[in-house]
């Protein structure tokens, strides 16, 4: 079944119960941009998680699995500028952000869940802290402008804020759904240089969340990749609170299946915006794999199409090169046969067939770079040899990427 949601204003305090703030504490130098974030319910929430898969992890992430175990939580605290990351006491020190959060807020330190993004490997110092969780607290508001204060408080390299709120209905009450989300570089499947919130008013127990949850990100955020690095630091959030009324969803029902497609059409909408947003990019690629055996090997051939060096400098150059497609399909793992491969390389200005049977299609080259100057291009990959298909998010690999990433320290 089909789903479409509304828009609806206001991100992550668009659900009831949920307010936010951004504030400049003193973590990075730029003292022109905020870089600590406040999420509080104003209730108790049932929560669920993913996180990186990088053996090396955040010191957040390790508190993060200690308060949620429970499955609820109140709070969320996130910095930017600092990992928190093989730094010298990081767990205790996260473990203190969330004391001085709880007693800002007047919650249980336990249901604080803290989240760090920044650069690897530096000491990190609790002063910030002490001055900034008390005043986030004091400007949290729930608003518009609460949640864009916290979407640009955790943006590192991102050049704007990612945030979106979704509205549906389920056994007949209104429920929205909100997110915020961070992630420009470092970013490859398995998740992204990725910190993303998710609220909702809808009501679920933690264990539902998390199936719910579980089964979107492989679909989606692990479907973005940026520059190969899976990051240490990945760490995506749901909060329910529960306050739009409805009967908590059950699996293997219509209202399950409603509050995934809505989960899902707030994770898509945000792989596009992370993916356009890498570091560097001037434009956003979409790789549809269609006629695949199974969806693994749907999903594992779109990631080789985005994820090739080579493929995203021939976008960055406007270059219909599609022998580097062909190319990243043939070193995917999986059995599959590619003889009936065809590739479509498509945008706003149109279409042009470039590849069939695993071979060239002529084609206009002129028409070609035509439609390859656009913002966004899509890459349509039949495999013809299976029903499965899958969609992976990347970006253009350009010579600021480098430039970003050979002073990132500095």
Known sequence: ????????????????????????CGIRHNHTKPDLALIKADVRCAGAACYTTNKVYGAPITVDREHLADGYAQAILVN??????????????ARETCRLAARALGIDEKDV????TGVIGQAMSIAPFVAGIPAAAEKLAHSPEGNLNAAFAIMTTDTYPKHIAVEFTLGG??????????????????????????????????????????????????????????????????????????????PGTPD????VAALTQVAEHLCRELAGDGEGATKLLECTVSGAPDVPTARAVSKSVIHSSL?????????????????????????FSIEHTSV???????????????AHHPFSEEEAARILKEKEIRILVDLGCGDASAKAWGCDLTYDYVKINGDYRT
């Open 311 to 335: 493929f995203k400098a021939a976008m960055f150059g406007e270059d219909a090169n599609w022998g580097r497609v062909l190319c990243a399909i043939g070193y995917t793992p999986g059995d």
């Open 173 to 250: 009450k209104t429920c929205r759904m909100g997110a915020i989300a961070k992630g420009s570089g470092m970013i490859h499947p398995n998740m992204a240089t990725m910190l993303l919130f998710i609220t909702t008013d809808a009501a679920a127990r933690p264990d539902v969340l998390q199936q719910a949850l579980s089964s979107v990100v492989p679909a989606t955020f692990n479907q973005i990749s940026v520059d190969g690095d899976t990051s240490t630091n990945d760490t995506v959030m749901l909060l329910a609170s529960g306050l739009a009324g409805n009967d908590p969803v059950q």
């Open 344 to 358: 479509r390389l498509q945008s706003v200005a149109g279409e042009v067939l470039v590849c069939e049977n695993a």
């Open 1 to 24: 079944m089909e789903h479409s949601f509304t828009r609806v204003e206001g991100g992550i305090c668009a659900p009831l119960g949920f307010s936010a703030a951004g504030v400049h």
């Open 256 to 259: 399950y299946d409603t509050f």
């Open 80 to 93: 930017s500028g600092n990992a928190n990351t093989c730094a010298p006491g990081g767990v205790e020190l």
């Open 113 to 116: 869940l803290p989240a760090s």
